[in-house]
């Protein structure tokens, strides 16, 4: 699917990650984000992009333990969403946020992080563009499902969701991401699961 089609899907409300659980994240996605905190190993004040930031159940999290971060989506109402709820929100301890619709293209990051967004494009595409915007050493963690679990199939069934957006999940499992990062020229990669839905947490660092 087109960045132009997933931009016009993601502008619907009703497909935008739901503002009360954005708000207040259930205990199983405050597990996944802790996760992806434990693997970036970064000090709070470091500066982070969530690429496919969405309405910002990533970046939320993470601003609210301190770090900046560079919010990165085609859709730019979901981004104005995140904003407003960033300035409902936040308190002096929060980090800033930044919005943009578009990639960087100068290594300004110390690290990486985005959720249910490697599915969303092409991962031998944008892997080396990423690569480009993470300062040496910097960390990409994304938190993706796993392709090989087959109740994410049966779950795209039952909540309707439109093939065009889900299909690259197939590509979305270790061997496979595992193969595209190393391609692109990382290292350290490691993938971890959590939880019984079997969601995985992707680890990978920039050594050049």
Known sequence: MDSKNQKLYFDKQNNRYKIGLLKHPPKRQLLEYQQMKTELKLPIGSKLMDFG???????????????????????????LELTKIYK???????????????????????????????????????????????????VLVFSEPNGWNPLWYIYIFLKRLPWSIEKNIIYTNPLQ???????????????????????????GINKE
């Not at 031998?124 to 050493?137: A, R």
């Not at 595992?178 to 971890?192: E, L, V």
Request: proline share 3%; charged share 15%.
């Open 177 to 203: 991401i595992t193969c595209a990062f190393q391609r692109s020229g990382y290292t350290d990669i490691h993938i971890k699961n959590i939880y019984f839905f079997t969601r995985m947490v992707i680890h």
């Open 88 to 138: 409902q929100i936040k308190t002096s301890s929060w980090g800033v946020l930044t919005t943009s619709t578009t990639l960087p293209t100068t290594p300004v990051f110390d690290g990486i992080v985005g959720a249910d967004i490697l599915h969303h494009v092409d991962i031998h595409t944008i892997l080396p563009q990423l690569k480009k915007t993470v300062k040496k050493n910097g």
């Open 53 to 79: 930031s969405g309405n910002g159940r990533v970046a939320l999290y993470f601003l609210g333990r301190g770090y900046h971060v560079h919010a990165v989506d085609v859709s730019k109402t979901s981004l």
